[in-house]
Nanobody
């Protein structure tokens, strides 16, 4: 079992930056895929970024070059650095994790663990 708690959401003007954090607790000793999904109002959840157990990162095309996912294993924390934010980035962002030793996938149902979400609003 893994418990995920996000923080760092808020309101920012377009072009600004935010850093989301995800503190994990529970079974953090084994390597697992972790990442971030988001869901905008009226839209389906989409994978924004993920990091495989081997460190491979993947990004939604629309955020490549603007967002960076990284983790601090010593503190069991996953981050999403978001730069040059755009109004279309407005959404609730969720930290996610898979069961151990499974690769990252794009669909939401592959992820067994979800945080409660943190909302990001980007104004134009």
């Amino acid at each position: 079992q893994v418990h995920l708690v996000e923080s760092g959401g808020g309101s920012v003007q377009g072009g600004g930056s935010l850093r989301l954090s995800c503190a994990s607790s529970g079974d953090t000793s084994t390597g697992r895929c972790m990442g971030w999904f988001r869901q905008a109002l009226g839209k389906e959840r989409e994978r924004v970024a993920s990091i495989d157990p081997d460190g491979t990162t993947r990004y939604l095309r629309s955020v490549e070059g603007r967002f960076t996912v990284f983790q601090d294993n010593a503190n069991n924390t996953l981050y999403l650095q978001m730069n040059n934010l755009k109004p279309e980035d407005t959404a609730t962002y969720y930290c996610v994790a898979r069961h151990p030793d499974l690769p990252c996938l794009t669909w939401a149902s592959a992820y067994a663990y979800w945080g409660q979400g943190t909302h990001v609003t980007v104004s134009s």
